[in-house]
């Protein structure tokens, strides 16, 4: 299976759907499922690296600087 589909099966959203598909909407654009589903792991795989960031500096807070 792909990384895409994973992402689908995962109801478990990090973002706030409807604030996303506003913000785009401002910009006279549309988006897709899929793209909030992507947007989503987007964010996952960021918090989890800046994480990993802290942990390896000795931190438990994250920090800007860790994105």
Do not use: C
């Not at 299976?1 to 959203?13: Q, V």
């Not at 598909?21 to 006279?28: A, V, W």
């Amino acid at each position: 299976m792909s990384e895409n589909t994973e992402a689908k099966k995962d109801p478990g959203l990090r973002i706030v759907q409807s604030k996303v598909r506003d913000l785009i909407r401002e910009k006279e654009m549309r988006t897709s499922d899929e793209f909030i589903s992507a947007l989503s792991e987007h964010v996952r795989a960021a918090v989890e690296k800046a994480v990993s960031r802290a942990k390896e500096n000795g931190r438990s807070t994250l920090r800007p600087a860790d994105l």
